[in-house]
């Protein structure tokens, strides 16, 4: 069964500075998508990056940025220049596809980031 | 902007009531999802319906727990005889199919349900 793992429940950050969360997963499946997605106090999850895993290429999103290891199976996020806005809750996720040609997400615990002033 | 929308927001309920939540998805998305958010937990799947078509369960997804989404638009997620342990977030999310792992899930705001 696949799993993800983010082993830092709490972290913080000093405003303009970068920080690195962390994510595991296990996983049999050779082609698949990872994602990290923010979940703000009391709002909506938005998705932050994806990876897919047939690309060596690291993904990028303006200040934030993966750091893909696919044989270690690691998938960490990296937010540069931290703002007092991307406080919120970072789920790590995996994309598991169905028998019907869907997919489900597989969410880690969450990290949850404080920036501070 | 039509994002995914959820209603209501909040819900207290006593134990051994009738709750049920609407979704209404992003309107090109023909795939919706249901979700539960326990305290300190990432999100864990329940349900998913391609258009009107439930085609996933999961065993999470008790007897007391009945999703419907009748037209292929909105769905209801219906929770009988409520127990403590239903106290969570439900989450939404919708999607469009764009190819082979082409895929994305957008998410609701979630009704966050409290069982006395």
């Known amino acids: 069964a696949q799993t993800v793992t983010q082993s830092q429940p709490e972290m913080s950050v000093q405003e303009a500075e970068t920080v690195t969360l962390s994510c595991t997963y296990d996983t049999s499946e050779n082609n698949y998508y990872l994602f990290w997605y923010k979940q703000p106090p009391s709002r909506q999850m938005i998705l932050v990056i994806r990876?897919?895993?047939?690309?060596?290429q690291n993904a990028t999103e303006n200040r934030f940025s993966v750091n893909f290891q696919k044989a270690a199976k690691s998938f960490s996020l990296k937010i540069s220049d931290s703002q007092l806005g991307d406080t919120a809750m970072y789920f790590c996720a995996f994309m598991k596809p169905f028998t019907s040609g869907t997919y489900k997400y597989i969410f880690g615990t969450g990290t949850r980031l404080k920036v501070l002033a | 902007d039509t994002g995914v929308s959820q209603n209501p927001r909040h819900k207290i309920t006593k134990r051994g009531q009738n709750v049920t939540f609407r979704c209404d998805p992003i309107s090109e998305h023909n795939r919706l999802y249901w979700y539960r958010q326990t305290l300190g937990q990432g999100p864990e799947f329940l349900t998913y319906f391609q258009n009107e078509a439930q085609l996933e369960k999961s065993r999470l997804l008790s007897d007391r727990f009945s999703a419907e989404r009748p037209k292929g638009s909105f769905s209801t997620l219906e929770i009988q005889r409520t127990e403590q342990g239903d106290s969570a977030m439900y989450l939404c999310?919708?999607?469009?199919?764009?190819?082979?792992?082409?895929?994305?899930?957008?998410f609701g705001p979630g009704t966050r349900l409290l069982v006395l």
């Open positions: 999310a919708s999607s469009v199919y764009r190819g082979l792992y082409q895929e994305t899930q957008y």
């Open positions: 990876q897919e895993a047939y690309k060596q």
